[in-house]
């Protein structure tokens, strides 16, 4: 039993380039998470899919997109990197139509340079 | 907007001490708040409360629920070292579908 799974779990990037972190579930939830934490901050919701096909921004929306391939996936892209954007990145999913926790990745560490 | 705030954001203890971190939230339709425990890696789930389930037990880990205050507190008795990590706790947004989480309370048992 996978849970959730991210992709890579560690990338250094040069200021200015692009890429897309992965993440999937194998647990039919509907919603999932993208997050990030820096030191003394907790987690930062990023963006989040409330189900397939439907995406709402967090707190800290700027410099990222997201998709929601299906219900599985929910990627998270920098299309064009910044030293600010050096943090661990963790995805998540949770079931909502009942009260339940939510489960995570075991994240993305990323530097910019 | 959705608001959670943990105190206190750091603290040190010495083993065997007891302690309690507190959050205390705002959010519309309140619905459930989440604990969760981070060491080094992901975070870790502890404990759900709810409107029918306002204290948890598990160990030497307790927490209740005050629907009154907005607030909820985990109580942690003769700490361990084991025991360092973030402290984070997370309230849904009125839609359930929206989790915000609090900063985190850095414990830290000294042996």
């Known amino acids: 039993n996978a849970g959730v799974t991210q992709t890579p779990k560690f990338q250094v990037l040069k200021t200015g380039q692009s890429m897309t972190l992965q993440c999937a579930q194998d647990m039919n939830h509907n919603s999932m998470y993208w997050y990030r934490q820096d030191p003394g901050m907790g987690l930062r919701l990023i963006y989040y899919?409330?189900?397939?096909?439907?995406?709402d921004k967090g707190e800290v929306p700027n410099g990222y997109n997201v998709s929601r391939l299906n219900k599985r996936e929910f990627s998270l892209r920098l299309e064009s990197a910044a030293p600010s954007q050096t943090s661990v990145y963790f995805c998540?999913?949770?079931?909502?139509?009942?009260?339940?926790?939510?489960?995570f990745g075991q994240g993305t560490r990323l530097t910019v340079v | 907007e959705d608001k959670v705030v943990q105190s206190p954001l750091s603290l040190v203890v010495h083993e065997g001490d007891t302690v309690t971190l507190n959050c205390s939230y705002e959010v519309t339709n309140f619905r459930s708040l989440l604990w969760y425990k981070q060491e080094k890696k992901a975070p870790t789930f502890l404990f759900m409360l709810?409107?029918?389930?306002i204290e948890k037990k598990s160990g030497r880990l307790s927490s209740i629920l005050d629907k009154k205050e907005l607030s909820s507190i985990l109580n942690i008795t003769a700490t361990q070292t084991g025991d360092s990590a973030i402290y984070l706790c997370a309230v849904p947004g009125g839609s359930n579908y929206k989790l915000t989480f609090g900063k985190g309370t850095l414990l830290t048992v000294n042996p």
């Open positions: 899919s409330a189900s397939e096909g439907t995406t």
């Open positions: 998540a999913s949770r079931k909502t139509d009942v009260n339940t926790e939510a489960f």
């Open positions: 709810t409107s029918s389930g």
